[in-house]
């Protein structure tokens, strides 16, 4: 039955009508809102431990100044017109964005044992929010690896695209490689819920998801059954604009594909996450 069958006036349906976009305007600025205090709050951590940073920058410094430097002077593996350095920058920084975000989930399960989960559970802040702030934080940790890649980058010779529009696209793929890999890092504390079950799952999964990708070598050269593995694995993605946008390689459709496949996996991952965070609570 329509309102007007219902007796509603033509006046107050066409105000309704009108007021129903800002309704859904306003709880969508909200939604935003907590998200943002969500990863505002989880970034503030980042001030009472500054060393995290400086630790974390000593990987993707040996893989480029020792692994880099040892394959660009045998020459062993092909990269087309690219050196070696130039091709395997994009794929040190995707993996400097794997290694950060893999472990975050571990977080929740410290918040669960202090208490904190049972408090933002009871709270009116959307469990989508809550997934989705965590997962935005981990991409502010992952910046502050970009800024170090560039750096150790530039001053090894890699040509370096600075155009800011690539800076910029740069960072949304690092902010939505993060989010991928915070966000099953996250699921996973949700179903084993303990940290050392946790922590060993981790550990099996960040070697197969780096190795079973195009960081730092072509999936031409990889066996068939490796292929496979590459084309489902997000990580080929992300290097693959990462390695468009950072070296200044022609932009293809190729390029929209890549970060249409992110952004899908992003929002499966985080919808799955949201429904599997009360969990935690039991």
Same mark, same amino acid.
């Given at each position: 039955?329509?309102?007007?069958?219902?007796?509603?006036?033509?006046?107050?349906?066409?105000?309704?009508?009108?007021?129903?976009?800002?309704?859904?305007?306003?709880?969508?600025?909200?939604? !935003?809102?907590?998200?943002?205090?969500?990863?505002?709050?989880?970034?503030?951590?980042?001030?009472?431990?500054?060393?995290?940073?400086?630790?974390?920058?000593?990987?993707?410094?040996?893989?480029?100044?020792?692994?880099?430097?040892?394959?660009? @002077?045998?020459?062993?593996?092909?990269? *087309?017109?690219? %050196?070696?350095?130039?091709?395997?920058?994009?794929?040190?920084?995707?993996?400097?964005?794997?290694?950060? %975000?893999?472990?975050?989930?571990?977080?929740?399960?410290?918040?669960?044992?202090?208490?904190?989960?049972?408090?933002?559970?009871?709270?009116?802040? /959307?469990?989508?929010?809550?997934?989705? *702030?965590?997962?935005?934080?981990?991409?502010?940790?992952?910046?502050?690896?970009?800024?170090?890649?560039?750096?150790? @980058?530039?001053?090894? *010779?890699?040509?370096?695209?600075?155009?800011?529009?690539?800076?910029?696209? !740069?960072?949304?793929?690092?902010?939505?490689?993060?989010?991928?890999?915070?966000?099953?890092? +996250?699921?996973?504390?949700?179903?084993?819920?303990?940290?050392?079950?946790?922590? *060993?799952?981790?550990?099996?999964?960040? +070697?197969?998801?780096?190795?079973? %990708?195009?960081?730092?070598? /072509?999936?031409?050269?990889?066996?068939?059954?490796?292929?496979?593995?590459?084309?489902?694995?997000?990580?080929?993605?992300?290097?693959?604009?990462?390695?468009?946008? +950072?070296?200044?390689? /022609?932009?293809?459709?190729?390029?929209? !594909?890549?970060?249409?496949?992110?952004?899908?996996?992003?929002?499966?991952?985080?919808?799955?996450?949201?429904?599997?965070?009360?969990?935690?609570? !039991?």
């Amino acid at each position: 039955m329509t309102l007007q069958e219902q007796g509603v006036p033509h006046g107050e349906l066409d105000s309704a009508a009108l007021l129903r976009p800002i309704g859904i305007f306003s709880a969508s600025l909200r939604f !935003v809102q907590k998200t943002l205090v969500i990863a505002e709050l989880e970034a503030r951590k980042l001030r009472h431990d500054p060393t995290e940073l400086l630790t974390r920058a000593v990987q993707p410094a040996l893989w480029l100044l020792v692994f880099g430097q040892v394959f660009a @002077s045998i020459r062993a593996i092909p990269t *087309g017109d690219l %050196s070696y350095l130039d091709y395997m920058a994009p794929g040190i920084l995707a993996q400097s964005v794997l290694f950060i %975000s893999i472990f975050s989930g571990i977080t929740v399960i410290w918040e669960r044992d202090l208490g904190i989960v049972h408090k933002l559970l009871v709270s009116p802040t /959307p469990r989508t929010a809550l997934v989705l *702030g965590k997962a935005l934080s981990a991409g502010v940790r992952a910046l502050s690896q970009a800024i170090i890649v560039y750096i150790l @980058s530039a001053l090894l *010779g890699v040509n370096i695209n600075w155009n800011p529009l690539a800076l910029l696209g !740069v960072l949304l793929a690092v902010i939505l490689g993060s989010a991928i890999f915070s966000t099953f890092s +996250m699921i996973i504390a949700c179903l084993v819920k303990t940290r050392e079950r946790f922590m *060993g799952i981790g550990q099996l999964l960040t +070697m197969p998801l780096f190795f079973a %990708s195009n960081a730092i070598y /072509p999936i031409t050269i990889m066996p068939e059954w490796l292929k496979v593995l590459a084309l489902i694995n997000p990580l080929s993605y992300l290097v693959n604009v990462l390695r468009t946008l +950072m070296l200044g390689q /022609p932009v293809t459709p190729l390029l929209l !594909v890549n970060l249409v496949v992110l952004f899908a996996v992003t929002a499966v991952l985080i919808a799955i996450g949201a429904r599997l965070y009360p969990r935690l609570a !039991v």
